[in-house]
């Protein structure tokens, strides 16, 4: 008897595997929205949940070391855009991917993949908020640490991703660089489509000028397994694109109709303590001693540099420990 079912239980386990409905059982509204997801995926109530309202008069301001954005200012070829039955998704084909390094992060980073969440009308759409208030859209560029190899060992890390974050903001004008992703987004407003873009693409072509005002925390993926593994970087500097771009992205479609929203609403903050890293040459700006005019001997000069960079280093690195230290509570 067992003998014959043994077989049985395997194939249905199989069949479990490879159904092609994984990933499409959860989305943004009734039985399948938000509130039902840790019904099936037990992290989703976690207590270090992503997003989050961050509160600007509760942030610890802080200067961590510049972050390196490796390979964002490459020309890319054989980039993927795809429709995902739940957003729209960059990747990148060859071997050669984007990098981050530096700010929070105690390793390199490597890209993996970009998405976007977006609201019905332009009133609201991000996930984080700041202060209360939403953007119209996000954008969610996903690293997974180095040594992990992938997404899918980083995930079972508490250090396994990052995440840098952008919002956006409607403008008049149209934004050239995302000419081609919204063209692109015609080709695959059905679920699980995909189109190759025909020129190469450039990560920082898309990004806000100031990349070095951020708010930095511990959360989760925003989706399903909300696997609480990510450290979230937000820019500050929305991105600035006009409504018909933004609008374009509400035309994709899931297996259930169009995905006019696809955020989850905030989470509780908990413990947790939220960073705002605010440009380290403010510092340096700032703390040069004003006896030291410009016309400084060459030697005065170095001296001077070195002073500055005494004086930028010291918060620095007392700001980086009280971070970890953080960070670990
Ligand atoms: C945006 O959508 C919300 C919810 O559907 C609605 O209450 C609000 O009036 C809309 N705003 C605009 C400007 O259309
Ligand atoms: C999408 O399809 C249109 C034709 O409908 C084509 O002109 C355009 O080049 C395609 N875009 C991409 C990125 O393949
Ligand atoms: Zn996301």
Not at 67 to 86: K, Q
Not at 173 to 179: G, K, L, M, R
């Amino acid at each position: 008897m067992q003998l014959t079912i043994l077989p049985l239980v395997f194939a249905l386990a199989l069949l479990e595997v490879l159904t092609p409905t994984r990933g499409e059982d959860f989305g943004y509204d009734g039985v399948i929205g938000p509130r039902h997801w840790s019904e099936r995926y037990r992290e989703c109530a976690g207590k270090h949940q992503s997003p989050i309202n961050i509160n600007v008069l509760r942030v610890k301001q802080v200067t961590l070391p510049d972050i390196m954005f490796i390979g964002f200012d490459d020309s890319i070829d054989g980039v993927h855009v795809s429709n995902n039955g739940h957003t729209v998704l960059i990747e990148v084909e060859n071997e050669l991917h984007p990098r981050v390094r530096g700010g929070p992060l105690e390793a390199d980073y490597v890209f993996s993949q970009m998405h976007f969440h977006w609201g019905d009308n332009d009133t609201f759409g991000s996930e984080d908020k700041i202060n209360h208030r939403s953007f119209p859209m996000e954008l969610h560029m996903v690293f997974f640490k180095e040594e992990y190899k992938s997404v899918k060992e980083a995930i079972l890390h508490p250090d396994g991703l990052t995440v840098l974050a952008f919002f956006y903001e409607v403008d008049r004008h149209q934004h050239p660089a995302y000419d081609e992703i919204v063209g692109a987004l015609q080709n695959v407003t059905e679920p699980h489509t995909q189109v190759e873009m025909e020129h190469p693409f450039s990560f920082l072509n898309i990004l806000p000028y100031d990349l070095r005002r951020y708010f930095t925390y511990r959360g989760s993926l925003t989706t399903p397994p909300c696997s609480e593994v990510v450290i979230w970087l937000d820019f500050e500097q929305p991105i600035r694109l006009a409504h018909e771009q933004i609008k374009a992205f509400r035309e994709l479609k899931s297996t259930h109709g169009k995905i006019t929203h696809n955020f989850r609403p905030i989470q509780p903050i908990g413990d947790r303590v939220v960073f705002y890293n605010i440009d380290s040459n403010y510092f340096t700006y700032n703390e040069i001693d004003p006896d030291e005019d410009e016309d400084a001997a060459p030697t005065k000069s170095s001296r001077r540099r070195g002073h500055n960079r005494g004086f930028s280093l010291t918060p620095r690195l007392f700001f980086v420990s009280l971070m970890l230290a953080m960070l670990q509570l």
